[in-house]
């Protein structure tokens, strides 16, 4: 703890002079109450660090890059000198100093970096203690705290307390709440603080959060309808609600209607990133178009764009669902040679597809080129491989790949066995599963 306190007061006598000037040059009338409220503290250790906290409520909003606003809340995130911070309110407004709204949401950042959220808003509720009003940065501030703690109703109360005091929503208002809203899916909400952010004449790229919403919460239809009515005011799709809207379809398995829509996007003059193709790729193998989607990766190569493991992966297992897994195999080797692609997911799908049409031994060899490729396997990858072997009666060798699971091959296997795969089971579940399967076959 002591430690702690000389780190911090470190920190606050480095800020001190990087950003108070020398007593050669011209003090503000900020600074000079600073040295005026702390010239007659009696403590002289303690002279310091309180004249830090009076010199960042006088001075916080003069701090316009976000690194040093940053830097003073890691100061002052402790209890010690959170309390100190409100004695130095205290002071001024003993001394009759004006203390701005920006003086207190100083510290309200300081709660909230501490994730100290009931602190934060009780310092929120006691503005009115210093005759300070909040403006619009404080509101925000608050809202965010609110909103990460989905306080959904306080966050809707202080929204109607903004609208009548002197502090007006801005756009950082608005798409605070209509993420926050879009967030547990109540989009009716979240369609209110559009209308209403519309009719104060804020500007935005709100409606962009909103259709993403409307697309996250399987609600597609409903995305369509506003989309309808955004276009009336001339609003357009960019690539990031291009890609909301398409993976939504896809999700929807309303296949034919995402490739419309990716035609739409090409005619619009709006050129896909990998992210976009990778959709792609993954509705048209879903759909049993594996070879449209393979020509989909050599149109996004042809365009400079280098596929990730998604967009291979969603290739793979779509040639594997449909039985043709020798070109699975083939796409796998060639992927395989550059090391970014060494992917757990990949060798999983090949395992499974194998196991499932009898081809254990290959499977298991694949399984035993993992490690050495630096592949570790997950948690499916045992279950898939070990489902396999029980299903050719080769219960001695599925119990020993049971052992070695348990036992791990390193004290951390747990941990990378959960993080092996996009698809995972749950580690006891899925090993009491195993031990079931063995069980039965046994």
Request: proline share 2%; charged share 20%; with cysteine.
């Amino acid at each position: 703890m002591l430690l702690w306190k000389r780190v911090h007061f470190h920190n606050a006598s480095g800020l001190l002079t990087r950003f108070l000037p020398r007593r050669s040059q011209h003090h503000s009338s900020a600074d000079a109450d600073a040295v005026a409220v702390t010239r007659d503290l009696p403590n002289h250790n303690r002279r310091l660090p309180f004249r830090f906290c009076v010199w960042v409520a006088l001075k916080f909003e003069s701090l316009m890059d976000q690194h040093s606003r940053n830097e003073v809340s890691c100061t002052l995130a402790t209890t010690e000198w959170c309390s100190l911070y409100w004695d130095a309110l205290q002071l001024l407004k003993k001394s009759g100093i004006f203390i701005s709204s920006e003086s207190v949401r100083a510290l309200i950042r300081t709660y909230s970096y501490m994730g100290l959220a009931e602190e934060a808003i009780q310092c929120f509720d006691r503005m009115s203690e210093f005759d300070c009003e909040p403006d619009a940065h404080a509101y925000n501030t608050i809202l965010k705290v609110v909103l990460k703690k989905d306080l959904f109703v306080l966050a809707f109360s202080l929204y109607n307390v903004m609208l009548r005091s002197n502090s007006l929503p801005d756009d950082h208002t608005y798409t605070l709440l209509i993420g926050g809203f879009c967030k547990i899916g109540n989009l009716h909400a979240a369609l209110e603080m559009l209308d209403d952010m519309s009719k104060r004449g804020v500007l935005s790229d709100v409606k962009t959060v909103l259709i993403d919403g409307f697309c996250k919460n399987g609600r597609t239809d409903e995305a369509l309808s506003l989309l309808s009515l955004l276009r009336i005011d001339g609003f357009a799709l960019n690539l990031q609600s291009y890609c909301s809207l398409i993976n939504s379809f896809i999700h929807a398995k309303r296949y034919r209607e995402a490739y419309v829509w990716y035609t739409k996007m090409f005619k619009m003059g709006i050129v896909p990133d990998v992210t976009l193709y990778a959709i792609m790729i993954r509705g048209l193998s879903e759909e049993g178009r594996v070879g449209e989607a393979a020509k989909m990766l050599d149109e996004m190569i042809g365009m400079g764009l280098v596929p990730d493991a998604y967009c291979y992966n969603a290739l793979i297992k779509g040639f594997c669902d449909i039985g043709r897994l020798d070109q699975a195999r083939s796409l796998q080797l060639e992927v395989s040679k550059d090391e970014q692609f060494h992917n757990a997911y990949t060798y999983t799908i090949l395992i499974c597809c194998m196991c499932r049409n009898g081809m254990v031994g290959e499977a298991r060899k694949i399984f035993n080129q993992m490690e050495k490729l630096g592949c570790l396997p997950s948690v499916v990858t045992f279950s898939a491989l070990m489902h396999g072997l029980c299903k050719a009666h080769r219960i001695e060798e599925a119990r020993l790949l049971l052992h070695e699971m348990e036992i791990g091959r390193s004290p951390s296997l747990f941990f990378r066995l959960s993080q092996g795969s996009d698809r995972v089971f749950d580690n006891v579940q899925g090993i009491g599963m195993i031990r079931c399967n063995i069980w039965l076959e046994h």
